[in-house]
């Protein structure tokens, strides 16, 4: 037996749909409670291992602030992964946040979690969208609100760099391999929200041949695009060896943060495409 509106909470809450870790508690409490007729906040506590039987539902009222000790009690006795957890402690962060530079942290510790929940792995069964450079670019287009199923739109809107032919065959191509879809009423939505080609999907040579064909399009581009819708930039930079994979996993961080960022955006006008490469020279004792 459940308490009267139970159904709603029968499913566990999805910590991505809240901006708001307070809201995310009070549901996760009244999704057990619609489980458990009589369980309550003192029961709450106890699944936490919280000796206050009241502390969580002074939390849910604003009454108290979660300290990231029983914060990170409380995502384990939710069952929640390492990123839902990054994404909950991020919330947390940002509420009590007394600096603009905790704030910005918090906030980019949440832009990371959120890109890390939404990327799906592509798989090798689909591996075809990486022998084109433009075939995810075709892809992000549907989300255009003028978007136009139709190879003069797509060749228009990637700036004649592909034809109208080539424009038709990747949409069908996107279509039949899942990650565009088309609903009754000719409607077209992404199947997935983000796409990360992932580091053991793909082999080291697929990759080199994808970015080259991605180089030789972008060296055109410099020509042809107004200088004001392009930055341009590279570093020459002095590091030991062992700091690379650091170096790695900086620029790593750098697009999860940008991608969570974007996230929600709607109404999107205008495709972007931001790439990130590294060149290691030869070290000394490699000459």
Do not use: C
């Amino acid at each position: 037996m459940t308490h009267e509106g139970a159904p709603r909470y029968r499913r566990p809450p999805e910590i991505l749909r809240y901006h708001d870790y307070r809201l995310f508690l009070k549901d996760s409490y009244l999704h057990r409670k619609s489980l458990r007729n009589g369980f309550s906040f003192r029961q709450f506590a106890s699944l936490v291992g919280l000796k206050s039987p009241n502390y969580l539902q002074l939390v849910i009222q604003s009454k108290r602030n979660l300290t990231v000790e029983t914060a990170e009690r409380i995502a384990k006795a939710l069952k929640l992964n390492a990123n839902e957890t990054l994404y909950f402690l991020a919330l947390i962060k940002e509420s009590v946040a007394k600096s603009e530079e905790e704030l910005t942290e918090a906030r980019r510790q949440k832009m990371i979690a959120i890109k890390r929940l939404t990327v799906s792995t592509v798989p090798k069964a689909q591996q075809e969208v990486l022998t084109k450079w433009y075939h995810l670019l075709v892809r992000e287009l549907v989300l255009f609100s003028d978007f136009q199923p139709t190879g003069d739109y797509i060749s228009r809107r990637l700036g004649g760099l592909i034809t109208p032919e080539e424009a038709e065959l990747s949409l069908r191509y996107l279509i039949e391999a899942g990650f565009v879809a088309v609903s009754e009423n000719q409607t077209f939505a992404l199947a997935e929200p983000v796409l990360s080609t992932g580091v053991s999907t793909f082999s080291r040579l697929q990759l080199q041949k994808l970015h080259a064909q991605m180089l030789s399009v972008w060296a055109k581009n410099i020509e042809r695009l107004n200088f004001d819708r392009q930055e341009v930039h590279y570093l020459n930079i002095p590091i030991r060896e062992e700091k690379i994979d650091e170096l790695k996993r900086r620029i790593q961080t750098f697009q999860e943060e940008i991608i969570g960022w974007l996230q929600d955006e709607t109404d999107p006008d205008r495709l972007v495409q931001l790439g990130s490469y590294l060149m290691a020279y030869p070290s000394i004792k490699d000459l």
